[in-house]
């Protein structure tokens, strides 16, 4: 099993900055991907970014270029720093680990864009 929990989120004007963090606890040593995904209101959940174990990194073409995935020495904590925010920006974003076991999930962290 593996516990997730998110903290970072808040309200920003656009054109701000916001860097989510998770932390992760239990079966760390298995973790393949961790990464975030979001979802706003009336929309399904997508996925943000991701990265490996071995430092590959993935993001959505909404994202490129404005939000860095990063994973700490550990492998246990992985963070997403997120720039020049836009109004659609603004989602519940979910952190998730995934292992040879299963895919897990965080209770999800709000980010407001709102000037």
């Known amino acids: 099993q593996v516990q997730l929990v998110e903290s970072g989120g808040g309200l920003v004007q656009p054109g701000g900055s916001l860097r989510l963090s998770c932390a992760a606890s239990?079966?760390?040593?298995?973790?393949?991907?961790m990464g975030w995904h979001r979802q706003a209101p009336g929309k399904q959940r997508e996925l943000v970014a991701a990265t490996t174990r071995g430092g590959s990194t993935a993001y959505a073409d909404s994202v490129k270029g404005r939000c860095t995935i990063s994973r700490d020495n550990a492998g246990n904590t992985v963070y997403l720093q997120m720039n020049s925010l836009k109004l659609e920006d603004t989602a519940v974003y979910y952190c998730?680990?995934?292992?040879?076991?299963?895919?897990?999930w965080g209770q999800g962290t709000q980010v407001t864009v709102s000037s």
């Open positions: 239990g079966s760390i040593f298995s973790i393949n991907v």
């Open positions: 998730y680990a995934a292992n040879e076991y299963g895919t897990y």
